[in-house]
Nanobody
Framework: QVQLVQSGGGLVQTGDSLRLSCASS????????MGWFRRAPGKEREFVAS????????YYGDSVKGRFFASRDNVKNTVSLQMNSLKPEDTAVYYC???????????????????????WGQGTQVTVSS
């Protein structure tokens, strides 16, 4: 069973930055793609970012492009989400997720679908005050 442990998050003001991290229990050297999603109160889960194994392919949701940046360290088995210029509308619970290592990487719009991801972190709250 894959375990994902998230860290980071908290309460910040508009314009501040935060960094979220997600550590996986997947065996080092195993290829797997990862993603970030968020769910705001009363809203559907929203795609935030995804990153392939090499880090060469990264996608972002339209609402975070140019402000959020995903990266990964395959030696440490961690993925990070650097969030800059935070806005109140970024307030949500953020989740990291992993594509089953036994499956190929998503293609096209599948990168942005939560259905492409098998394992999920516990979620971390990000609150941006105005």
């Amino acid at each position: 069973q894959v375990q994902l442990v998230q860290s980071g998050g908290g309460l910040v003001q508009t314009g501040d930055s935060l960094r979220l991290s997600c550590a996986s229990s997947i065996y080092t050297g195993t290829n797997y793609a990862m993603g970030w999603f968020r769910r705001a109160p009363g809203k559907e889960r929203e795609f935030v970012a995804s990153i392939n194994w090499s880090g060469a392919t990264i996608y972002y949701g339209d609402s975070v492009k140019g402000r959020f940046f995903a990266s990964r360290d395959n030696v440490k088995n961690t993925v990070s989400l650097q969030m800059n210029s935070l806005k109140p509308e970024d307030t949500a619970v953020y989740y990291c997720a992993v594509v089953d290592p036994g499956h190929p990487e998503p293609t096209g719009s599948a990168w942005t679908s939560s259905k492409s991801y098998t394992y999920w972190g516990q979620g971390t709250q990000v609150t941006v005050s105005s």
